[in-house]
């Protein structure tokens, strides 16, 4: 197995930290901003939802145009201009006295929308053979912030006011760009792959896949029922008598329980018993995680832990498990254009989520909302359950030693090789992107082709 070079370690680390410290200063804000943002002038349950969404409509908004631009004037210009942004909302929201100045401030921290641009940086540091590693390094870190947030939250509002809150927020934007301009190599070249990027001419085909659909109607349904809930959930833990210099220790709890949901699931679930049913399983445990925060939401304290422990281990499985899916069954060489409509969709859940868990809180309390979310999960199980079982994945064969002639008729030799799904044949990049089955098709004897070609 091939090793990261020095370049590729320093690009893994750093922009790992990057995304560490910036999804930090958003998901700590999801335990708290519920309790905190009700002392603001003009706070009502609904306007404190949409103060937590108004990130995610503004990050769908801007996710696919700051992608793009990152093509045309370079990475990172693009994520220091988002970071910017982030900063600026941060200490917008740090500064307003009512509960409009901090919807305005999310708005604005979601204006800075960088996720493609340094996804696309992270690929224009590392050699296709390491890549896939890269951004398993990169995808693990925003795991590991959620689970650091959540506790760290609570921990930080028995110290400070949600201003000072949003004031941390911002220095961990700084500390991102510090990073980002400082540490960050310079790529020498920027990789022309295909797959990589999002294509405005593709993102049409992308919708009208019914197989990426059902997925992308997924994630956004996924953060809506996770955003909704954390309207509600901190106002639990309230009700229930717990105080919330102890809240910290609630989530804590909870997500080292998670672990035996989430390590099965993830670790084997999808290999053996493959991923339709392992999303399926997935989902109906989400749905019980809502009727139990439902039934035990204000009831002991050992209730609330485990049914917050069944909340964050089936929402943290298919986190990990969608992306996947759509990975494998986008269209070769289209792949960086379904990630650009999935992370799109996943934004707009979010926002979704504020304004339902906030119109849900208001207009029936918090035990009906759990319900109604559990409803939800019912709704995505059934769209879900269309979903074709993945034998697929993707691979990429150079093509950089053959002549141009030879290349123009490759794709037919390809198409005979055992497992071959799709070929599509970049000639100018000299690139082969195929789709495969993986328990039939032989990388060596495609590169046998190319030789002997």
Same mark, same amino acid.
């Given at each position: 197995?091939?090793?990261?070079?020095?370049?590729?370690?320093?690009?893994?680390?750093?922009?790992?930290?990057?995304?560490?410290?910036?999804?930090?200063?958003?998901?700590?804000?999801?335990?708290?901003?519920?309790?905190?943002?009700?002392?603001?002038?003009?706070? $009502?349950?609904?306007?404190?939802?949409?103060?937590?969404?108004?990130?995610?409509?503004?990050?769908?908004?801007?996710?696919?145009?700051?992608?793009?631009?990152?093509?045309?004037?370079?990475?990172?210009?693009?994520?220091?201009?988002?970071?910017?942004?982030?900063?600026?909302?941060?200490?917008?929201?740090?500064?307003?006295?009512?509960?409009?100045?901090?919807?305005?401030?999310?708005?604005?921290?979601?204006?800075?929308?960088?996720?493609?641009?340094?996804?696309?940086?992270?690929?224009?540091?590392?050699?296709?053979?390491?890549? $896939?590693?890269?951004?398993?390094?990169?995808?693990?870190?925003?795991?590991?912030?959620?689970?650091?947030?959540?506790?760290?939250?609570?921990?930080?509002?028995?110290?400070?006011?949600?201003?000072?809150?949003?004031?941390?927020?911002?220095?961990?934007?700084?500390?991102?760009?510090?990073?980002?301009?400082?540490?960050?190599?310079?790529?020498?070249?920027?990789?022309?792959?295909?797959?990589?990027?999002?294509?405005?001419?593709?993102?049409?085909?992308?919708?009208?896949?019914?197989?990426?659909?059902?997925?992308?109607?997924?994630?956004?349904?996924?953060?809506?029922?996770?955003?909704?809930?954390?309207?509600?959930?901190?106002?639990?833990?309230?009700?229930?008598?717990?105080?919330?210099?102890?809240?910290?220790?609630?989530?804590?709890?909870?997500?080292?329980?998670?672990?035996?949901?989430?390590?099965?699931?993830?670790?084997?679930?999808?290999?053996?018993?493959?991923?339709?049913?392992?999303?399926?399983?997935?989902?109906?445990?989400?749905?019980?995680?809502?009727?139990?925060?439902?039934?035990?939401? $204000?009831?002991?304290?050992?209730?609330?832990?485990?049914?917050?422990?069944?909340?964050?281990?089936?929402?943290?499985?298919?986190?990990?498990?969608?992306?996947?899916?759509?990975?494998?069954?986008?269209?070769?060489?289209?792949?960086?254009?379904?990630?650009?409509?999935?992370?799109?969709?996943?934004?707009?859940?979010?926002?979704?989520?504020?304004?339902?868990?906030?119109?849900?809180?208001?207009?029936?309390?918090?035990?009906?909302?759990?319900?109604?979310?559990?409803?939800?999960?019912?709704?995505?199980?059934?769209?879900?359950?269309?979903?074709?079982?993945?034998?697929?994945?993707?691979?990429?064969?150079?093509?950089?030693?053959?002549?141009?002639?030879?290349?123009?008729?490759?794709?037919?030799?390809?198409?005979?090789?055992?497992?071959?799904?799709?070929?599509?044949?970049?000639?100018?990049?000299?690139?082969?992107?195929?789709?495969?089955?993986?328990?039939?098709?032989?990388?060596?004897?495609?590169?046998?082709?190319?030789?002997?070609?």
């Amino acid at each position: 197995m091939l090793s990261f070079t020095p370049v590729e370690t320093r690009a893994a680390l750093s922009l790992a930290v990057v995304f560490l410290a910036r999804m930090m200063g958003l998901f700590m804000l999801l335990p708290v901003l519920a309790i905190l943002a009700r002392d603001l002038g003009g706070a $009502t349950p609904l306007l404190v939802g949409l103060a937590i969404g108004a990130y995610g409509l503004f990050q769908a908004m801007f996710q696919i145009p700051f992608g793009m631009l990152s093509d045309r004037f370079g990475r990172k210009r693009i994520i220091m201009l988002g970071l910017l942004l982030f900063v600026s909302g941060s200490l917008l929201a740090a500064s307003a006295e009512t509960i409009w100045g901090v919807i305005a401030g999310r708005a604005l921290q979601g204006g800075g929308a960088i996720s493609a641009a340094v996804m696309a940086l992270a690929a224009d540091l590392t050699r296709e053979e390491v890549r $896939t590693r890269m951004m398993a390094v990169l995808g693990a870190s925003i795991g590991l912030s959620f689970i650091i947030s959540i506790v760290v939250g609570p921990l930080l509002m028995t110290h400070f006011d949600l201003p000072g809150i949003f004031l941390i927020v911002a220095v961990l934007g700084v500390l991102a760009a510090m990073l980002v301009w400082f540490v960050v190599p310079e790529p020498l070249h920027r990789p022309d792959d295909r797959d990589l990027r999002v294509m405005g001419s593709r993102l049409t085909d992308m919708l009208r896949n019914s197989a990426l659909l059902r997925l992308d109607i997924g994630i956004c349904l996924l953060h809506l029922v996770i955003t909704a809930s954390f309207v509600s959930i901190p106002l639990n833990l309230l009700d229930a008598g717990i105080d919330i210099s102890e809240h910290w220790l609630v989530y804590l709890l909870a997500v080292l329980f998670s672990l035996a949901i989430l390590l099965p699931l993830v670790g084997f679930g999808e290999r053996r018993y493959g991923a339709r049913l392992t999303l399926l399983v997935a989902i109906a445990g989400l749905f019980l995680a809502q009727v139990s925060l439902a039934v035990f939401g $204000t009831g002991s304290f050992w209730a609330i832990v485990a049914s917050l422990a069944l909340f964050f281990g089936f929402l943290s499985a298919l986190e990990a498990l969608l992306p996947s899916m759509v990975s494998k069954l986008a269209p070769a060489a289209n792949r960086g254009s379904a990630m650009g409509v999935y992370s799109t969709s996943q934004f707009l859940g979010a926002f979704l989520g504020g304004i339902v868990g906030g119109w849900l809180l208001g207009a029936v309390g918090l035990s009906v909302a759990f319900w109604c979310l559990s409803i939800v999960c019912l709704l995505w199980l059934a769209v879900a359950w269309g979903t074709q079982d993945i034998g697929v994945t993707n691979f990429r064969l150079s093509l950089r030693e053959m002549n141009a002639a030879n290349i123009q008729t490759l794709s037919t030799s390809l198409m005979t090789l055992p497992g071959v799904c799709e070929v599509v044949v970049d000639s100018a990049g000299k690139i082969a992107y195929m789709k495969v089955d993986r328990q039939k098709f032989d990388a060596s004897a495609a590169r046998n082709l190319i030789q002997k070609d």
